[in-house]
């Protein structure tokens, strides 16, 4: 069983570099963070979440919060996912998978019968002092981006 990281725990530290090949460490960042990992650039349910993220952006911003996305991708492929999509959140490239398997999103997956390792969706809110505040380990994408502003909103305000 692969450990995710729960409510209340410390964020496992990172260190990856973005779209730009600039190096994104968690301690530096001191906010909110949205940190969600999905499978893969540019398919339909890794650009639906990209999109609605990207919409809810500036209220994710007036919350102090940063959305970062990280696949096995490579940063090439993510300035091209940002580019085709207008995207304006920072994504991450994990091609060895460390964050991702730390994150416990790196499991079993099952397709058309076929049993394979894979990226699971899943998304974590990061409070500025770098806890766990709120994570969703198996995300299904159509209203995730609203159901993490909301969960944002009633976090921020307390």
């Known amino acids: 069983m692969t450990n995710i990281p729960q409510t209340g725990q410390p964020a496992p530290e990172f260190s990856l570099p973005d779209q730009n090949e ?5 301690t530096d960042l001191n906010q909110w963070i949205v940190l969600y990992f999905y499978p893969k650039d540019d398919t339909p349910g890794c650009t639906t979440e990209a999109k609605d993220f990207t919409d809810l952006a ?7 919060a940063k959305i970062m996305g990280v696949s096995p991708d490579s940063s090439k492929s993510h300035c091209k996912f940002i580019d085709k999509h207008k995207l304006s959140i920072t994504l991450l490239s994990d091609p060895e998978h460390q964050l991702i398997e730390t994150y416990g999103a790196w499991r079993l997956k099952k397709f058309m019968g076929k049993e394979y390792m894979g990226v699971a969706r899943s998304t974590f809110l990061i409070s500025p002092n770098n806890i766990i505040a709120y994570s969703w380990p198996n995300v299904k994408t159509k209203g995730h981006a609203q159901a993490v502003l909301t969960k944002l909103q009633e976090l921020a305000a307390k």
């Open 22 to 26: 600039k190096l994104v460490t968690l």
């Open 58 to 64: 500036t209220e994710f911003t007036a919350l102090g």
